[in-house]
C-alpha cells in the first residue's frame, strides 16, 4: 500500500509523523516486512533465489587456469588486474602454471609518481583560492589507491614489473590505510607551503620544497613497502622440473623478456551514456594521472553492444579483457554472481527505484569503482549469456573467487574494457586521432577503480 499526505508544509509537523506511523501500522503486510527485516538481511528478502540458483559458473569459453589474486585491504584492483593480465603471457613464456608480478613493486611507484603528479596539479592550481572547487577536489582525493588502465600503463612502461618473490607484500601493502592517511597529511601540509611559497614568487623555495616532500614521501613508502630493486638475479624451475639461470635482469628487461603483449597496442572503451558525449569520439578528465608528462588518460566512447562484442572476440581469441565496473549493485558476493535483476528491492518496500543507465551516471548514483579481467565467456547460439571473471578478493567467494556476470548485468554497470586496437574499425581507430572532449577532474568519468 502507497502512503499519500499532503505535505504543503516545508518542515515535518508532528501531526504529519503521526499519520505516517498511523498508516504504516494500519497496513498487516508492512508489519510482516517489519519483522521480517529486523530480523533478516534485507537481501535475503529481496534476491531472487531462482535466479541466483540458476546463474552457474562454468562457461562454453573459459581461459583460466591458475589461481586469483588477493589484494586484502588495499584498493589495488587495477593493478592487480592489469598485472594478472600481464602474467598470463609470462607464464606461457616461464612455463609455469602459477605466477604472479609484485603488485607491490607496481603500487610503489604509483604512490611515489601519484606523490609528484599532485604536487604539480597544485602548483598549477595556486592562483586560485583554497575554496575553488578545482583545488577542493585535488586536497580531497589525493592519494587514493584507486586508478585506470592508462595509469597501470605508465607504471609497467617507465619501472618495468618484477616477480613477487622480489618484492613481496608486506604489511602495508596489503593493508594500505594507515600508510595512506600519513602521506595525506604529509602531501596537504606540502600543498599549503607550496601555495604561500608561489604566492610569494618564490621560485628556489618552491623547487626545494618540492624535493623535500618527495624525499619524505620516498622515505615513508620505502619503510612501509621495501626497498624496490633496480636490477635482481632471476633463476627458476618451470613445470617441467627444468631449471632456468637467467642472471640479474633490471625490471625493465624482465616485463620486456617475459611478457606477450604490447601495451602500447591497448585502448580503453567507455561507455559514457550521457548524450552530450557522442559515441566515436575520445574522451579525458582534467588532471587524472600519476606520471607527470606521461600520456594522459584517455578514453574512446562506444556502445556498450560493441564493448561487449569486442571483449567477447577477445576472449575467444584466447586473450583475457581488463574491465572496469560498478561492482555493488545486484551483486552476492560469497556466491560471486552478479545480475541486473538479482534484487527486487523496489516490490519489497513498495516504492519506485528503477533508473537507466544515464540517469544514474547524471545523478551520483554509480560510477566505475572496481577494475577485474574477464576470463570466459558463455556463448549459446551465437548469443552471450554470461561472463566468467578473475577477481582480486581471493579465493573465499565464488568459483575459488572467480565470479560469474549475466549477461544484463555488463549493459548496466561495466564501463570500460580494454582491447587491442586492431579489433576496432577503421573509422574508430582514426577517431583515436581526434583531440579528446576535456572533463572537469570530478567527472563521473574520472572515477577510479
Known sequence: MTTSLDLTVASLTAGQLTALHESFAADPALKHKQNAIVRISVDELAIDHQLATALSAPVSNRIDDWKVTHQKKSGRCWLFAALNLLRVGAKQTLGVKEFEFSQNYAMYFDKLERANYFLESILETAERGEDDRLVQFLLQSVLGDGGQWNMAVNIFRKYGAVPKSVMPETESSSNTGRMNRVLRTLLRRGAQELRQLRHDGDTAGQEQTRARIIAEVHRILTLHLGTPPSAFEWQYTDDAKSFHREGTLTPQQFLAKYTTIDLEDYVCLVDDPRREHPKGTTLTVEHLGNVVDAEPVLYLNVEIGLAKRLARDAILDGEPV???????????????????????????????????????????????????????????????????????????????????????????????????????????????????????????????A
Open 322 to 448: 581488463w574491465f572496469g565496473c560498478d561492482t555493488g549493485p545486484h551483486m552476492v558476493r560469497q556466491d560471486g554472481i552478479w545480475d541486473a535483476r538479482l534484487y527486487d528491492y523496489a516490490g519489497l518496500y513498495d516504492v519506485e527505484l528503477a533508473t537507466d543507465k544515464e540517469s544514474r551516471v547524471r545523478f551520483g548514483e554509480s560510477a566505475m569503482t572496481h577494475a577485474m579481467l574477464l576470463t570466459g565467456v558463455d556463448v549459446l547460439d551465437g548469443e552471450t549469456r554470461r561472463w566468467r571473471v578473475e577477481n582480486s578478493w581471493g579465493e573465499e567467494a565464488g568459483d575459488q573467487g572467480f565470479f560469474t556476470m549475466a549477461d544484463n548485468w555488463f549493459d548496466e554497470y561495466v564501463f570500460e574494457v580494454v582491447v587491442d586496437k586492431s579489433r576496432l574499425s577503421p573509422e574508430l581507430r582514426q577517431a583515436l586521432d581526434a583531440e579528446p572532449t576535456v572533463l572537469p577532474a570530478w567527472d563521473p568519468m574520472g572515477a577510479l
